[in-house]
């Protein structure tokens, strides 16, 4: 009788002895799964651009001009001068550089020069004369071989057109021929752009 009583007992205790083990292993991983989730409920993603500098140049620049009409006649000239012969200049700029400067466009003037059939004293006596330019959006200006300012701007992309100007006193006496005036255009970029 003893026997059988002692018997059920340690069955119990064993029986006891497994279902605690196996309860303690459910709550281990119970714990484990809750901290593992906790940890990954945010996160940060980082958005990067980037830009490349491109080009600044200047086109679309006026070939040729004419001053007043061809074929002046040396007597008009010498009576009246010549009073504002005019042409069209126009010069366009595209400044894509990325660098946040403004950009300058300078002009000047070479000085008059004989052609084949004209003079040395002629193209000395156009120099007293008075070579101007106008831009459409800024002042008149003579021009000397020293240059002065055009235009100015800064990213994108800018037409600027402007009218060129000759005047020369009555009374001067020229001969007949061609004469040039070369004029050059200069652009310049290391301007710091200023904050309206």
Request: no cysteine.
């Amino acid at each position: 009788m003893k026997k059988h009583i002692l018997g059920a007992l340690l069955l119990g205790l064993a029986t006891v002895g497994v279902l605690g083990t196996t309860t303690a292993f459910a709550d281990d991983a119970t714990t484990g799964n809750s901290t593992t989730a906790d940890s990954k409920q945010s996160a940060t993603t980082t958005g990067n651009i980037s830009f490349s500098g491109g080009t600044l140049s200047l086109y679309n620049v006026t070939d040729s001009a004419v001053l007043g009409k061809e074929g002046l006649k040396v007597s008009d000239v010498y009576t009246n001068g010549i009073q504002q012969a005019s042409a069209p200049l126009t010069a366009s700029v595209d400044d894509f550089l990325g660098d946040g400067k403004d950009w300058s466009l300078k002009l000047a003037q070479s000085g008059w020069k004989a052609g084949s059939d004209g003079s040395a004293a002629t193209a000395t006596t156009l120099d007293t004369g008075t070579l101007t330019v106008t831009p459409d959006k800024g002042a008149k200006q003579t021009l000397t071989t020293a240059p002065v300012e055009y235009g100015k701007g800064s990213t994108g992309t800018v037409t600027l057109p402007g009218t060129l100007n000759f005047d020369l006193p009555a009374g001067t006496a020229v001969q007949t021929g061609s004469y040039t005036n070369t004029l050059t255009w200069t652009l310049d970029d290391s301007v710091t752009a200023t904050a309206n």
